[in-house]
């Protein structure tokens, strides 16, 4: 899988071509690009995925909290684990916004050649969303694509979003995230120095600097699977503002309780996999009821952890 930063970079003779956010590469976007490569490669055409960042929501003011389920390049991994040849990950800034869907099409044809287009059948692309399914079907009479509409995916009767996903972390409900997903929710980051308060009540932690606009889980105690320097690890993570000690954080951290394994791991990246959730975050009366409480959590993490 190849990965260019710019249309301006590519060029080909055919392809087929889907647009889209494609935050999470959820089990709904799955099997649309599960189906649109293999048809692409049966007709000997390179399946091509154009997505945007900084996603559109947020250029446009819709969105200002921290809401991504997936990095560029994570999304373009996880794409290239289904068969897509060539992801572009174009800037999104007003320019692009007030681009006429005309202009827009014209010029990803000049680029991409495309003989099929799959979008979903409510998308819409281009200045006040001009660009709607039968927009792009009377431009393809003229550029020589097909449009293909695809409905969206349902689990048990609801449809599978990204939206759908972020409120399920919203709600702290990591199980249903991970079933969206087809995989658990993955939080990622590098090790860094915290201010020792774990490891001072004989409960060391690794502290991971996330992402700034990455979604996080509900504020709360989490049971995952930790990976970093090459294995994987069970885990019980605290999200939140430890509101026990004095001089709490004002904005969420993550750190994570590794279950048997105590080595130096500043530098290195970590990538947590949320499992189940125990409980809320909450204030205990003494230092000594809050290592009673983790200790509780950490058994109960092992049990959890033994079923998987």
């Known amino acids: 899988m190849q990965h260019y930063w710019s249309i301006e970079d ?15 590469v959820h089990k709904g976007h799955q099997q649309i690009l599960r189906d649109m ?11 091509v995925v154009l997505t945007f960042h900084p996603h559109p929501a947020v250029v446009l003011g819709k969105r200002s909290d921290p809401f991504y389920l997936t990095s560029p390049e994570e ?28 202009d827009f099409m014209h010029e990803l044809s000049k680029h991409l050649h495309m003989n099929q287009l799959w979008v979903g ?46 409120a399920a972390l919203g709600n702290g409900d990591v199980a249903k995230a991970s079933e969206l997903l087809g995989r658990p929710y993955q939080v990622s980051g590098e090790i860094v120095h915290g201010d020792g308060r774990g490891r001072s009540i004989g409960i060391p932690t ?30 019980v993570t ?8 004095e001089n709490q954080s004002t904005s ?7 279950l048997n394994y105590d080595d130096d791991l500043y530098g290195k990246r970590m990538k947590l996999d949320f499992v ?32 998987q």
Do not use: M
């Not at 490569?37 to 399946?47: F, L």
């Not at 794409?79 to 060539?86: C, E, K, Y």
């Not at 502290?207 to 885990?235: D, F, M, Q, S």
């Open 10 to 24: 590519v060029y080909l003779q055919d392809s087929w071509l889907t647009i889209g956010s494609f935050d999470g």
């Open 37 to 47: 490569t293999a048809s692409a490669h049966q007709a000997n055409s390179t399946a």
């Open 75 to 102: 999304r373009a991994s996880l794409l290239a684990q289904l068969g897509v040849d060539i992801v572009l990950t174009c800037p999104f800034n007003l320019h692009v916004a007030r681009t006429s869907a005309n």
């Open 121 to 166: 059948y409510d998308f819409a692309l281009g200045k006040n969303r001009e660009g709607d399914v039968p927009t792009l079907k009377h431009l393809g009479k003229t550029l020589g694509y097909e449009v293909h509409a695809i409905h969206p995916v349902k689990l048990q009767g609801e449809i599978i979003s990204s939206s759908a996903i972020r």
């Open 206 to 235: 690794a502290n991971l600097e996330v992402w700034a606009e990455r979604a996080v889980p509900k504020v709360g105690v989490y049971v995952c699977k930790a990976h970093v320097h090459g294995k994987t690890i069970g885990a």
């Open 238 to 245: 605290n999200v939140g503002v430890r509101p026990t000690f």
């Open 252 to 258: 969420p951290t993550v750190e994570a309780h590794l």
């Open 276 to 307: 189940a959730r125990l409980r809320d975050e909450r204030r205990f009366e003494s230092i000594e009821s809050l290592v009673h409480q983790i200790n509780a959590d950490i058994q109960t993490g092992r049990e959890i952890l033994s079923r």
